[in-house]
């Protein structure tokens, strides 16, 4: 599959913090993205997704950004909650998904 | 909100044995998915299905593996003769279309162990 890859393995936070979680890519072909977040014990959970003709796309809390001349997604979490610790991939979608590895979140009380 | 039901949650199994994962996607989707997820590591893509036949697979989806969409509901993942290294979660998904606008969506898992 491609190379669809996070930079870092963990990251701890404060709640109320901003989390940032990075993601690289290595298809420059690819057109659309999704960030999932993976719960203990549960499936891929859609956040939100964004495609090659924006940089930028909010949600609910998280915005994503992206920047195609680096290959290189980011997801920003804003004011971290505790119910934010998950494991969080990126996916670059053809026919199929190619995920990375995922970063886990936690979120320190 | 529509989900994707998979059961049994947890399978047990001795090595060599086949085993039938099963899946009810969401109903008005046409296109259906198994990934797997050994412990610690990512979401690995195994098969894809539409209009009743494999659309793409993996090199993991190999012989021992195969779908089925017995009636207009279930769609099933079967391991003909399990091997300690299939342990891990198997996710289904589906989708109504391609591209997966908005993704698409997965179960909640199924737990393999093969002992």
């Known amino acids: 599959g491609e190379n669809v890859g996070l930079h870092l393995p963990t990251l701890s936070v404060q709640e109320g913090d901003n989390s940032i979680i990075n993601c690289a890519y290595s298809?420059?072909?690819?057109?659309?993205f999704i960030w999932y977040k993976q719960e203990s014990g549960k499936g891929p959970q859609f956040i939100i997704d964004?495609?090659?003709?924006?940089d930028k796309r909010q949600g609910q809390r998280v915005t994503v950004l992206l920047n195609k001349t680096v290959k290189h997604l980011s997801l920003q979490i804003a004011a971290t909650q505790p119910g934010d610790s998950a494991v969080y991939f990126c996916?670059?979608?053809?026919?199929?998904?190619?995920f990375g590895t995922g970063t886990s979140l936690t979120v320190i009380p | 909100e529509p989900e994707v039901t998979q059961t049994p949650s947890h399978q047990v199994t001795q090595m060599g044995q086949e085993v039938i994962l099963r899946c009810v996607p969401i109903?008005?989707?046409?296109?259906f998915y198994w990934y797997r997820q050994i412990l610690g590591q990512k979401v690995e893509f195994l098969v894809s299905?539409?209009?009743?036949?494999?659309?793409?697979k993996s090199e993991i989806f190999d012989d021992q593996f195969s779908v089925e969409r017995p009636d207009g509901s279930n769609f099933t993942l079967k391991i003909r003769s399990t091997k300690l290294e299939d342990s891990a979660m198997y996710f289904c998904?589906?989708?109504?279309?391609?591209?997966?606008?908005?993704?698409?969506?997965f179960g909640s898992g199924t737990r393999l162990t093969v002992v």
């Open positions: 998904a589906s989708s109504e279309a391609l591209p997966a606008v908005g993704g698409y969506t």
């Open positions: 298809n420059s072909a690819s057109d659309y």
């Open positions: 964004i495609r090659s003709n924006m």
């Open positions: 996916a670059e979608i053809g026919n199929q998904f190619y």
């Open positions: 109903s008005n989707h046409l296109y």
């Open positions: 299905f539409y209009n009743n036949e494999i659309s793409e």
